[in-house]
């Protein structure tokens, strides 16, 4: 499974979404991936505009099913994708401040949910606290 997959799962569970909810938003996630033969976070507004046009003028998806993927791949761009873009920046040493107003948040709290503590980042932390302590 990949990591975004993951991410995605874990953030659909984070917000008590339903067992068959989270079956439905991987699986529209899954389906653009397929359809344009690369990860789901490298395709462009553009592609996923076609995308939709596609699959109501070829594939003749029903009203709900449509509403259904576009729900999935919202949470997806809107949710998952963010969250791991703040905490890429927060890994390469970008101020929360600075996040916070990339992402157009209000409140440094708001960002602070976007952002996961990783290895990498409790590393560089703790880099940077040595350094500090061997000045004193």
């Known amino acids: 499974m990949s990591q975004l997959r993951q ?75 963010q969250r791991s873009l703040a905490t890429h920046l927060l890994e390469a040493g970008i101020n929360l401040r600075l996040i916070q107003e990339y992402l157009g948040h209000n409140s440094p709290q708001t960002t602070a949910l976007y952002t996961h503590l990783t290895s990498k980042a409790q590393e560089m932390a703790t880099q940077v606290i040595h350094r500090l302590m061997e000045g004193l």
Request: aromatic share 12%; glycine share 4%.
């Open 7 to 81: 991410r995605l799962i874990e953030d659909l569970q984070l917000r008590g979404m339903s067992a068959r909810t989270e079956q439905m938003y991987v699986r529209a996630v899954r389906q653009l991936a397929q359809h344009y033969h690369k990860p789901p976070d490298q395709i462009s507004d553009e592609e996923l505009r076609q995308y939709f046009l596609y699959v109501k003028n070829v594939k003749h998806w029903s009203r709900s099913g449509t509403t259904i993927a576009l729900c999935g791949l919202k949470f997806f761009y809107e949710h998952t994708l």
